[in-house]
């Protein structure tokens, strides 16, 4: 048991980075902590399906092809020795996407904080019971 965890920590650190980053969204009351929180959360799902598409050995997949006439023989493709490129494309999209969630998030976090004066959700809760 020792040696499969042991064998598998970056799936551990990367569990630990999502707890860490769930314990300030949920507990922080601090917009900007709650925000950091979930930027930290969403880097931790990202690095961990890159870790899972890495595969030891593997090549890039570009396939150079000869041009031998009409007569050339296509060979086969041993599509085990190349790595898949689309879980990593899809995380380069994730990051876009996490990035562009931060600023809208941040710029929400400004927005409320030039209407109440604050960025802790318990006054502007209580602020917006006010009226």
Known sequence: MFEFIISHYNYWM???????????????R?????????NIFQSAIILFYISTSVKKGASVPILEHAHE?????????????????????LMLTAIVVMVATMGVALA???????????L????IIMAMKRG
């Not at 601090?30 to 979930?38: F, H």
């Not at 802790?120 to 006054?123: A, M, N, T």
Request: net charge neutral; glycine share 8%; no cysteine.
């Open 108 to 118: 929400v976090a400004i927005m409320i904080y030039k209407r109440y004066h604050t």
């Open 14 to 28: 990367y569990i630990g980075l999502m707890m860490v980053g769930f314990y300030a969204m949920m507990v922080k």
């Open 69 to 89: 006439g009409h007569g050339a023989v296509a060979h086969a493709v041993d599509v085990m020795q190349y790595a898949n490129p689309l879980p990593h494309v």
């Open 30 to 38: 601090n917009l900007v902590k709650k925000i950091i929180g979930m």
């Open 120 to 123: 802790e959700e318990d006054e």
